[in-house]
């Protein structure tokens, strides 16, 4: 029997396919944010989602990847803050704002949370490196043809670099242990500052386009 089809175009196999990935994701989500990505197993969060952790690996190979699925969601986003961006903004203005949003959007204790849900294992934090330099790439494209250059230019890549090391280092040790200083309830709004005080210490370097 041919699968029904509905408005969106999605049969309602499909639908119920990506209705399964989302309630993935969102356990997911939920169980790194409150346990720590290095504590959670693919049995939980298949249990947590309400479907067998065979089905878990037929939408995802891997706890890993589950992770990359919602990671990949916020460089969706901040792609498309800098390709989307006034003209009078600079590329720095627009990732600095992007950041402060995402922020404002979160719990009082969502620093800590996101802290949690990316992990500090080595296998996480090999895998994040890797994930930094695929955006990095991904924002040089958007500059290069924003500047419609060709081929992307030494300053192009300077430019996106210093972006990406502003993102790399929201969770870095350093950052996470200036926000300790802090109650849980006020590291949003820390961060937060420290987001602008970085912003600030690059300006200077950043070309303005």
């Known amino acids: 029997m041919a699968s029904v089809e509905r408005p969106d175009g999605l049969s ?29 197993t693919v049995a939980e969060i298949a ?5 067998s952790v065979k ?8 706890k890993e990847d589950l992770l990359l699925a919602e990671l990949a969601e916020i460089h969706d986003d901040m792609i498309a803050a800098v390709r989307a961006r006034d003209r009078g ?14 922020e404002s959007r979160r719990p009082p204790d969502g ?8 992990g500090t294992g080595p296998s996480v934090v090999s895998m994040r490196r890797r994930l930094y330099d695929d955006w990095e790439n991904a924002l040089v494209a958007v500059l290069a043809d924003e500047a419609n250059e060709a081929r992307p230019t030494p300053q192009t890549r300077l430019i996106a670099a210093q ?5 790399r280092v929201l969770t870095s040790p350093e950052v996470r242990a200036l926000l300790e200083r802090y109650p849980p309830e006020e590291r949003m709004r820390a961060h ?11 300006a200077g370097g950043l070309d303005r386009r």
């Open 111 to 118: 620093f800590d949370r996101f802290v949690r849900m990316v």
């Open 163 to 167: 972006l990406i090391s502003m993102i």
């Open 47 to 51: 249990a947590d989602a309400g479907v």
């Open 55 to 62: 089905t878990l690996f037929q939408h995802f190979g891997s």
């Open 89 to 102: 903004k600079t590329p720095l203005q627009a990732v600095t704002d992007w950041i402060v949003d995402w």
């Open 12 to 40: 309602v196999r499909e639908r119920g396919k990506l209705g399964t990935r989302r309630k993935l994701l969102q356990a997911a989500k939920d169980r790194f944010e409150e346990y720590g990505y290095d504590n959670v």
């Open 192 to 202: 937060e500052a420290w987001v602008l005080e970085a912003a600030a210490l690059l």
